[in-house]
């Protein structure tokens, strides 16, 4: 409908949209930085005036992957650099000596991240298909005591796991932060998951038993196909949480099972933190969840209010 | 067959017959599809917060395994209460839930405001605008101390360019002052969106007919804001409060990697104190107490908050 009274004129909505357009590029600024910063060299990151016209350098990213070691002009000469990023460190009078723990600890944040994930979404889309479609004792209070274990602070139940773990030996261990992340992550996925499932008719599945289907192979064939959209981006979001948290990985995690949110800030440098290799361990982190985002933008405002508001 | 006899077929039979011919009952079948989940959230959330509330009431140190473990009634407790500096850190965290709810309740409303005005590209800017939220607190807050280096930070300098103030003659996180409101502009940057997003919900709930209806009574536009939006929307900024409300009451991993409680303890919110006194000081007993503290002020606030937030949506 258009030319209605409550239309806004094309002024409003370019006064509108200048306000917005400059808020947008003010909240991206520090995010291009970070993303800049990676390509730096360190006396170029911590210039001052603050240098946007740099010669990019992969010196970052070489130090994020490699721990390097100062060696004597004489060893350098007789171990020459073979390949470039062995080159981009010779520059500096050293030799790689090997693997720095970013890959690990990435590795560690895919581990952690896809198995709660699926955990999560495999638990949760049981339970919100049995909150949808039964009638089980109690629903209310068991939907709303799922909800509330979202309000708990982390460090409030870190202490009893924390002790937890350590007595069953889960502690600093992937399969502990699986099962950890995928609790925190139930409540999210059963809200949204039941608010996908009570979208499709039940008539559906009624027609599928009337043909001879068990409940088992109705919900199978008939309802896990029609919630596939609602259950993918219902994994994206437990996906993002999971890769995100710091709280527990931070108390729980020392070594073995340590993500990559609790290690990128450790990363020093010579002369304090290594600004360059911070910033390429931060991009090479932040972008898929940056490019989920641009996906998932229809489905954003539900996953973030666990389905409590619909656009 | 037609949809529509699918339809009619299912809704004359009686659901029950076709069910009870297949060996299990629909009560167990409903069991075995929600039992996992519960007894997976006994295990790691009530359990341990049973386990909480037990060890609130003892002297117990992770690192002294060997003391003997003392019941000490409500001795925890009572410390915690009396404490001045418990209260310090509660003020602490007042001052930061009230300061960024307000500036995200604030700009949030504007922006979805604006962004209802659908301009042309208005996706794109709120893609780009949303971006922030989904990003990892502790990595972001790690680059924010980057950003507020006093004399390489672009923060600081983008401050001298605008203000004229020199800009290594200030520390936003090393800064009694200041340092506040360093984690303030972050969680504002950070989750102003949020808000954002609720609010457009909120504003494109609101059917057309009712401002043309307005319009035919010559409402002016200032009445039309107050007599309408506003109303409309307050639901949805109340539901926005609440979820900004609790995380925000949690906050622990932004501030520890700004400014990790200091300078001084001007940033101490009560996440940060808890985890310094169980796993750094380890007085266990009393950090569960603290604990057990701050979940029931949490779930009672809320609670409280809820029954509200739905007398207003009943309205």
Same mark, same amino acid.
């Given at each position: 409908m258009s030319n209605t009274v409550t239309d806004p004129t094309p002024t409003q909505k370019w006064f509108a949209g200048i306000l917005v357009a400059i808020y947008a590029i003010v909240t991206l600024l520090p995010l291009l930085w970070i993303i800049a910063t990676g390509f730096k060299t360190p006396a170029d990151s911590i210039a001052y005036p603050p240098k946007v016209a740099f010669q990019p350098t992969l010196e970052g990213y070489v130090n994020l992957f490699t721990t390097r070691t100062r060696q004597t002009p004489e060893f350098m000469a007789a171990n020459p650099p073979h390949t470039w990023y062995e080159r981009i460190v010779a520059q500096y009078d050293m030799s790689i000596v090997g693997p720095s723990r970013f890959g690990s600890r990435f590795l560690n944040s895919i581990i952690i991240g896809f198995g709660s994930t699926f955990l999560s979404v495999f638990l949760g889309t049981l339970a919100a298909y049995g909150f949808s479609r039964f009638k089980v004792p109690l629903k209310d209070d068991l939907l709303f005591f799922i909800l509330s274990?979202?309000?708990?602070?982390p460090i409030a139940v870190a202490i009893p796991i924390f002790l937890m773990y350590r007595a069953v030996g889960l502690s600093d261990t992937h399969a502990g932060m699986i099962l950890l992340y995928t609790a925190v992550n139930l409540s999210m996925s059963v809200w949204l998951l039941k608010g996908f499932i009570d979208e499709i008719p039940v008539e559906y599945e009624e027609a599928a038993l009337i043909d001879g289907y068990t409940r088992f192979q109705a919900f199978r064939k008939v309802v896990l196909p029609q919630a596939a959209t609602g259950i993918a981006s219902t994994a994206i979001f437990c996906l993002i949480f999971a890769w995100n948290e710091y709280a527990f990985a931070v108390l729980l995690? @020392? +070594?073995?099972?340590?993500?990559a949110p609790p290690f990128? $800030?450790?990363?020093? +440098?010579? %002369?304090?933190?290594?600004w360059p290799a911070v910033a390429a361990g931060a991009t090479l982190f932040l972008l898929p969840v940056m490019i989920f985002t641009i996906f998932l933008r229809k489905h954003l405002l539900r996953g973030i209010t666990f389905g409590a508001v619909r656009k | 067959m037609s949809s529509v006899g699918i339809d009619k077929l299912a809704v004359s039979t009686p659901p029950e017959i076709g069910r009870r011919i #297949? +060996?299990? @009952?629909d009560r167990a079948i409903a069991w075995i599809f929600v039992a996992p989940t519960i007894v997976l959230l006994l295990a790691i959330n009530i359990f341990p917060l049973i386990w909480t509330i037990r060890l609130s009431f003892t002297n117990f #140190?992770?690192?002294? $395994?060997?003391e003997v473990v003392k019941w000490v009634g409500l001795a925890n407790y009572e410390n915690i209460l009396t404490d001045p500096d418990v209260w310090h850190t509660m003020q602490a965290t007042a001052h930061f839930l009230f300061w960024t709810l307000f500036f995200q309740i604030l700009i949030g409303f504007s922006l979805a405001w604006l962004i209802n #005005? *659908? /301009? *042309?590209g208005s996706d794109l800017w709120t893609t780009i605008i949303v &971006? $922030? !939220? !989904? &990003?990892s607190p502790a990595v972001v807050g790690n680059f924010w101390t980057f950003l507020y280096? $006093?004399?390489? %930070?672009l923060f600081n300098y983008a401050v001298a360019l605008v203000t %004229?103030?020199?800009? @290594?003659? /200030?520390t936003m996180i090393g800064n009694v002052n200041l340092a506040p409101w360093a984690i303030v502009i972050v969680d504002t940057w950070m989750w102003t969106p949020f808000v954002m997003l609720i609010c457009l919900a909120g504003l494109r709930s609101i059917p057309d007919s009712i401002y043309e209806a307005a319009e035919c009574d010559r409402a002016s536009n200032w009445r039309q804001f107050w007599t309408i939006t506003i109303p409309m929307v307050l639901p949805f900024l109340m539901l926005a409060v609440l979820f900004r409300g609790i995380e925000n009451f949690k906050m622990f991993d932004l501030v520890t990697l700004l400014t990790g409680g200091g300078p001084g303890d001007t940033t101490l919110v009560t996440s940060i104190n808890l985890k310094r006194e169980a796993f750094? *000081?380890?007085r266990t007993g009393y950090a569960s107490a603290y604990a057990v503290i701050l979940f029931v002020t949490i779930y009672g606030l809320a609670s409280i908050y809820v029954k509200a937030l739905n007398r207003v949506k009943q309205r």
């Open positions: 274990t979202r309000m708990m602070p995690t @020392s +070594g073995q099972a340590q993500t990128i $800030p450790t990363i020093i +440098g010579v %002369g304090g933190q290594d | #297949r +060996g299990l @009952s #140190r992770v690192n002294r $395994p060997n #005005r *659908k /301009f *042309k &971006l $922030p !939220m !989904m &990003l280096q $006093p004399q390489i %930070g %004229g103030v020199d800009a @290594s003659s /200030f750094e *000081k380890w």
